[in-house]
């Protein structure tokens, strides 16, 4: 199976934009949906986008849908998560999730997900 590390977060401030890596290795990285959560200290983990094996399908929750854009490169075996807008409420550490699919299948919940990456934290500054 698939092991999963994200890369990207840093520290930005509000109105920026950044773009989030997940790196695949262990493959075959194109039979894994895949999603993006991200959870902040006592809070449980939030849904942020989900995405099919071939990438041509995509979902995102209400409160980022319209800034964030999850893409995935099925060759290098990596996917994307591009926020633009960035809010404060943003600030969280991200993780990526992947997990064996049929083609057209989403995973929207978090127990869905079986492998996860050790997460990456963005921050957005007032």
């Known amino acids: 199976q698939v092991q999963l590390e994200e890369s990207g977060g840093r520290l930005v401030h509000t109105g920026g934009s950044l773009t989030l890596s997940c790196a695949a290795t262990?493959?075959?990285?194109?039979?894994?949906?895949m999603g993006w959560f991200r959870q902040v200290p006592g809070k449980e983990r939030e849904f942020v986008a989900a995405?099919?094996?071939?990438?041509?399908?995509?979902s995102y929750a209400a409160t980022v849908k319209g800034r964030i854009t999850f893409s995935r490169d099925n060759v290098k075996n990596l996917a994307y998560l591009e926020i633009n807008g960035l809010k404060p409420g943003d600030t969280a550490v991200y993780y990526c999730?992947?997990?064996?699919?049929?083609?057209?299948?989403?995973?929207?919940?978090?127990?869905?997900?079986?492998?996860w990456g050790q997460g990456t934290q963005v921050t957005v500054s007032s």
């Open positions: 262990g493959g075959p990285f194109s039979n894994y949906a």
């Open positions: 999730a992947a997990e064996l699919a049929l083609p057209e299948v989403l995973f929207l919940n978090s127990v869905d997900y079986t492998i």
């Open positions: 995405i099919t094996r071939s990438g041509g399908r995509t």
